[in-house]
């Protein structure tokens, strides 16, 4: 399973917080307003936040013109670690631009830039997002190349994070998508529903040794009820623990033998039947392969004992 599935959903969660605490980004309930830059007199820009707004936030400077009291033409708004770049028009950043710097966080800083085509400094449009943050004490490098929608993940992304494995979904107004395609580190690859970024619902996940998993999912874990099938065309259906054979199942093996019963971690345990060839079935209490004691058999619809002779499980009246 992958180890770090609670990770994606805090870098999500960075990356939302990221994109609604800095300037270029807006959303429902997003202000805005017009405020001084602090190198040039009568000077403005279009500063955009969640309200309040901060009065006691320190002006940033402009490297560009001013024209008719707005900064104008091509230029940075740099404050202290973050700054605004781009073409501004009358006050507001217009086309191809970006923003980038460092966000403090209690977890450590979030440095990154986000980068794309801007509306009244906004990012609307195709982008990309790359940046190091620190989370649980650990420096992350993640990046987001798709859509944004007033600064922030909407419509068609995907999100690399680096030897943690890839997620590609539709975002909606900055939420993780409820369904998507991850691909881990080990490029085992999981198709399906997703809660906070975790694997969580019905999905499908196939393995690099070509074992193949579709049900239930919980927590990133398959659980619930699915199939399980191996290369070697053995099957097993049934509920599933934390990733584990647990419960009630069906085993089917090639040769046409199969087992029906309980499991526990893996493997028959408790009461079953199981067929050891044609014609030929046990019925009793396993663990793995071993018929514990003296079980029901029945040999060509012929009730006899089945127990087991050494390693073999041999019938008799």
Request: aromatic content about 12%; proline content about 5%.
């Amino acid at each position: 399973m992958f180890k770090g599935r609670c990770m994606i959903s805090q870098l999500v969660t960075v990356l939302m917080l990221l994109v609604f605490i800095s300037p270029p980004a807006i959303a429902e309930g997003f202000i805005g307003s017009w405020s001084p830059v602090k190198n040039i007199p009568d000077c403005k820009y279009w500063f955009l936040s969640p309200p309040p707004l901060n009065p006691e936030r320190e002006a940033p400077t402009w490297s560009g013109s001013c024209h008719n009291g707005y900064v104008h033409g091509q230029g940075v708004l740099r404050e202290a670690s973050v700054y605004l770049e781009g073409n501004f028009i009358n006050g507001k950043l217009q086309g191809q631009g970006r923003y980038g710097g460092t966000i403090h966080h209690k977890d450590g800083p979030w440095i990154g830039v986000i980068e794309g085509k801007f509306k009244d400094s906004a990012l609307n449009g195709k982008g990309t997002f790359e940046g190091d943050m620190v989370l649980n004490n650990k420096s992350v490098h993640m990046r987001y190349e798709g859509l944004f929608k007033d600064g922030i993940f909407h419509g068609h992304g995907k999100m690399d994070f680096g030897k943690d494995g890839s997620y590609e979904g539709e975002f909606i107004n900055g939420e993780f998508p409820e369904h998507g395609t991850m691909v881990y580190s080990n490029d085992t690859r999981y198709v399906g529903e997703f809660n906070e970024g975790i694997a969580q619902g019905v999905g499908v996940k196939e393995f690099t040794d070509g074992r193949r998993y579709e049900g239930e999912f919980k927590e990133g874990y398959s659980n619930g009820h699915g199939t399980l099938t191996f290369p070697d065309g053995t099957k097993y259906e049934g509920e599933f623990v934390k990733g584990t054979l647990q419960g009630q199942g069906r085993i089917d093996w090639p040769n046409g033998s199969y087992y029906v019963g309980e499991l526990m971690s893996d493997i028959p345990s408790g009461y079953g039947i199981m067929s050891i060839e044609k014609n030929k079935i046990c019925e009793g209490e396993w663990q793995g392969l071993t018929i514990i004691g003296t079980g029901i058999g029945l040999v060509k619809d012929i009730p006899v004992r089945c127990f087991m002779d050494g390693e073999t499980i041999r019938f008799d009246k």
